[in-house]
């Protein structure tokens, strides 16, 4: 099966009230509270890993890569951080078309970095204070995630093992956070990954695609101690 760019796009986050962020814009406080005003309480019922470590070291399944200038770059992948890490444990990967902001596309590679899966991560806003732009900003990191999720689903049958879980990152994390990187941790605040991954998987379940196994990485201790955080506060609803 051809190898295909993912940009569908599916997820639209409705108005939503002052209150369910905290004074500064950046921290959803109760990320169950937001899900329930959106519609998508119910996508909660879908387990999610949290793991701490980065994500190329998954034992098995597709990789989510949070890239950047890789794109369309013309050249073998190359860069820091996260993605970084991914390019120089898989040296077999090919070039990253380009795609657009949001999109998802698998490695070409025939090799183990046929497991690598593109993200191009949105470029956030700089006014969290604006509720415009902050709502924007959560339905473009949930269309990362949905999108993702579509491209796994279409290549899952020909990564054979590797096709039964999506292993995923914090997309739009640092560089591409904009003014919503939490000043506390240097960071996107996990409360805005897990309810954009939630909102994208509730769009998705609604339209009755099958959502994969999903694992979320954190490689930074203190970043991943907020994630736990979130993902208690999400447990005990």
């Keep these: ?37 959106a519609g998508a309480e119910g996508a909660l019922s879908h387990a999610l890993s949290l793991i701490h470590g980065g994500v190329q070291t998954a034992p098995r399944g597709a990789i989510q890569d949070p890239a950047g200038s890789a794109i369309g770059s013309g050249r073998k992948p190359s860069g820091g951080g996260g993605s970084g890490a991914i390019y120089g444990t ?40 604006d509720a415009e732009e902050r709502r924007a900003s959560l339905e473009a990191i949930a269309n990362t995630y949905a999108n993702a999720i579509l491209a796994f689903n279409d290549r899952a049958p020909d990564l054979g093992a590797d096709g039964t879980i999506l292993n995923l990152t ?32 509730s769009e998705l379940a609604g339209a009755d695609t099958s959502i994969p196994a999903l694992a979320l990485y954190y490689f930074d201790a203190p970043v991943f101690a907020a994630a736990q955080t979130v993902a208690r506060t999400l447990a005990s609803g």
């Design 90 to 129: 898989f040296p077999d990967l090919a070039p990253v078309p380009a795609i657009q902001p949001r999109s998802a596309i698998f490695n070409t590679s025939t090799g183990p970095g046929r497991r690598v899966l593109h993200s191009f991560s949105p470029q956030l806003g700089q006014t969290p204070s």
């Design 170 to 201: 914090p997309v739009a994390a640092k560089i591409f956070a904009g003014g919503y990187k939490n000043p506390a941790l240097d960071h996107l605040d996990p409360s805005f990954s897990f309810t954009a991954l939630y909102l994208a998987v």
């Design 1 to 37: 099966m051809p190898i295909r760019e993912f940009d569908a796009n599916p997820v639209s986050v409705p108005a939503l009230s002052e209150g369910l962020f905290d004074a500064s814009g950046r921290v959803i406080p109760d990320p169950r509270a937001l899900l329930g005003a």
